[in-house]
């Protein structure tokens, strides 16, 4: 949806949002599965503004693309401040005794991330995937100091299957016994509930809008287009926001042109 | 439109048809030049003024106020860092109908995208370019360079938005379209770049080939360039040990007929190592056949040198060892001809091994130790490799106080990665009976790698010197899990069963060994093994019986 758009009905789903904030519900991950156009994103940037100046987050969007775990690590600690990330620097230092990195070599990747990058390399998967485990327990550590983090993945269909399976393995494990860490991940595709984490996660469906909330959308931007048509078009796409939203800023249009 | 907007909805075939409907509305009612720019701006994956100038530069005057009036529209969305972007639902219908109804205007928009995404990694590369040898003449410690080029770096990443892998995949994603021949070129050379990241996660190639797939998926991008995205996505499924997975891709790729023997040779060669990871040696064995003439006919040295030096490999495996030699032997002048220091160090091991194999210790010795000096001049990690060989080979030649010596060599001269060389020591000391350091291996090995199966191996070997047979099986069994054709576990679990006096069990699992085994030399450890037990306990019922099939085995040449 436009950045600019009047907000459509979410209430719902931005009230459980706000309980998981408040601790009013056990549940600490929620996972966001929408088609296209749905409207999921814009839900998540009113969660973003809900944390704004109250709590730590952390906003990703997967779209993007070549997102990889030493990039997704070092956009987070970034974003947060590498000061409150004692243990993971320290392991980090730890698996990169040895290595030196040549930033000329090496512009715009950031010195962080190719240290992740060096400290999750080895020859081995098996290595690998033991030094990724240690990397995302001191990453949780650090976490841990906080008294509420909130961590917000979009298009998770995008997501690398690497790190996809990091996401749905090792990090949201750990997400589930760090108690002050709240996770919301969206997309058409979403991680498939694990038994460790099941417990704490909520799944929730974006299903379509109902069309009274759309002619009260036009009323307010001021679109004149009959009621009846509106619950047409909304039938039609079955309350999926973006094309109703797209005929309705026709209508916009054509009525300012005429 | 309007008018008929709900009977032609209803009308519609299916969600795609009716999306378009609307889609199509909402752009028709745009004011002309806000209608070129959105179609424009559907050609790359996220725009700001500057990109939709490049695209519309006879609307450059007004490309604000456009963008202003575009960001408002509903299939409009924010792309942090970037701008805008359209939405991924909205922009597949857009770019459909484009290319269907205006392929040279579409053709003609990816040329113009493809120039500035160019000009952007140029234009990032030169003001770095001038700002490091500006510091280098500036500073002289290294230290303080690296420094100031950080800080630099940090208060410039915009101007150096040029290195954002992004830029590139974007840059060859038009290119394709603008020019399907060099954008084919690009998909190979850019995958060349990227196949050999850090982290081995391969998440920029996998972007890289995401972003092409789009094209191929809908029709827009054929033949050499589709061909060499093909060739990637097996790449990374074998690097990431989808070898099932990475084979059926690189079979699919063979389907196709292709003049491009750089990406014949280079394909058959990956879906040849594919073959060995699966121990299917005779197909291994054929791919490579297939790569090698292709290799030499476009000149490309290393890779005529590789497929030989494979090709060795699969004789290597299968004990022709003369052949094996001869291939070698082959392909030692190609890697020195090039200068190639690893190719020649690791044919130079693989010939010790060959000599080794035939008892010419001596040979084997002065080959390995040749390889050191070469190695120091590649990487620690190299040189331990090489330290490591040698203390296999004396293994080999039972002097297992010097194949200690120089694994505990290896080790402390690379303290990376090391786990498989504490298994090898730890087998040295099985050998010797040595419980107590065996067991200290074990658990260091256990901490670095936890679920090796050369480690299970190894933990039923020590269970097997204790005499706690069943424990040995359990572990036995968990290599088998992950390796199904292990034939060291079968024979693990064999002598466990012996020794517990379950001869008939026995004798199954050694012959269920014998049908996992490639070749001769392979169960020379397992005979010895036997005829240990045999000195030791005379009056055990059933060694002679084992002794003697696995002495009379022979190979299956089929």
Known sequence: MSHHSNRLDRDEELEFFEKMLSGGISDRILLIHADGGMGKSHLLREFVQECQNKIIHVAMDFKSGGISIPELLSRLCDAIGWEHFDNLSTLIQQFNTGTTINISENILLGQNKIAIEQALNAPDEETREKQRVAITDALFHDLRAFPKAVLIFDTFNDCDPVVAKWISGAFLTRACHAKNIIVVIAGRIIPEPALDWHGICHELVLHGIESKHFEEYAKSKGIKVHPERIRGICDAFNGRPLPILNQLEAYNLQERHS | ?558
Not at chain 2, 75 to 82: A, M, N, Q
């Open chain 2, 1 to 558: 439109m309007s008018d008929d907007l709900l009977k032609n909805l209803s009308e519609a075939a299916n969600d795609d048809e009716r999306e378009w409907l609307v889609t199509k509305d909402l752009l028709d009612s745009l004011p002309e030049n806000l209608q070129r720019v959105a179609y424009a701006a559907s050609i790359p994956h996220w725009f700001d003024s500057k990109v939709l100038s490049a695209l519309c530069p006879d609307l450059t005057e007004q490309i604000e106020n456009l963008l202003e009036q575009l960001s408002h529209l509903p299939f409009v969305e924010s792309f942090k860092d970037r701008g805008f972007n359209i939405h991924e639902k909205t922009r597949k219908l857009i770019l459909d109908h484009f290319w269907v109804e205006d392929q040279d205007k579409y053709i003609a928009v990816s040329k113009a995208a493809e120039n500035y995404f160019d000009n952007a990694i140029k234009a990032s590369s030169e003001i770095a370019n001038n700002q490091i040898k500006k510091l280098k003449d500036e500073i002289k410690e290294e230290d303080i360079l690296q420094q100031k080029i950080q800080e630099w770096i940090d208060n410039n990443r915009k101007a150096l938005q040029g290195f954002d892998p992004q830029y590139q995949i974007e840059r060859i994603y038009h290119l394709v379209i603008a020019d399907p021949e060099q954008g084919a070129d690009a998909i190979w050379q850019q995958g060349v770049e990227w196949h050999d990241e850090f982290d081995y996660t391969y998440a920029t190639l996998t972007s890289f080939i995401k972003a092409i797939h789009e094209h191929i998926d809908n029709g827009r991008v054929k033949d050499r360039a589709k061909y060499w995205v093909l060739y990637w996505e097996g790449v990374v499924a074998s690097k990431q040990y989808q070898y099932l997975n990475a084979k059926k891709i690189f079979n699919h790729l063979m389907s196709f007929v292709s003049k491009d023997n750089r990406l014949w040779a280079m394909a058959n060669e990956d879906l040849g190592d594919v073959h060995n990871q699966l121990s299917e040696l005779p197909e291994a064995r054929a791919r490579y056949e297939e790569a090698l003439p292709l290799y030499r006919a476009i000149g490309e040295k290393i890779g005529e040198a590789n497929c030989i030096k494979a090709l060795g490999d699969v004789h290597n495996q299968l004990s022709e060892l003369p052949e094996a030699r001869a291939r070698y032997e082959e392909a030692l002048p190609l890697y020195r001809a090039i200068g190639e220091k690893i190719g020649e160090m690791y044919t130079i091991l693989n010939l010790a091994d060959v000599a080794s194999k035939e008892k010419k210790f001596d040979l084997a010795i002065q080959l390995a130790e040749s390889t050191i000096e070469t190695a120091k001049k590649i990487s620690p990690s190299n040189v331990a490799s090489a330290f490591n060989n040698l203390a296999n080979i004396y293994e080999k030649k039972k002097d297992y106080p010097k194949a200690i010596e120089f694994y505990t060599k290896a080790m402390e001269i690379f303290t990376g990665s090391q786990a498989y060389m504490i298994r090898n020591r730890a087998n040295v000391y099985l050998k010797m009976a040595d419980a107590e350091n065996a067991e200290k291996d074990i658990v260091r090995a256990e901490q670095i790698q936890p679920n090796n199966p050369f480690l299970f191996l190894r933990k039923g070997e020590l269970a097997n010197l204790k005499g706690n047979f069943e424990e040995a099986i359990i572990f036995f069994m968990k290599a088998i899990d992950i390796i199904p054709r292990f034939s060291g576990a079968f024979f693990g679990i064999g002598m466990s069963n012996l020794r517990a006096g379950k001869i008939q069990e026995a004798k199954i699992s050694y012959q269920q060994g014998l049908s996992f085994t490639d070749a001769v030399d392979e169960l020379e450890d397992t005979i010895e093994e036997l005829e240990k037990l045999k000195s030791r306990q005379p009056s055990l019922l059933g060694v002679d019986d084992i002794l003697e099939m696995l002495k009379t085995w022979k190979p299956d040449k089929k």
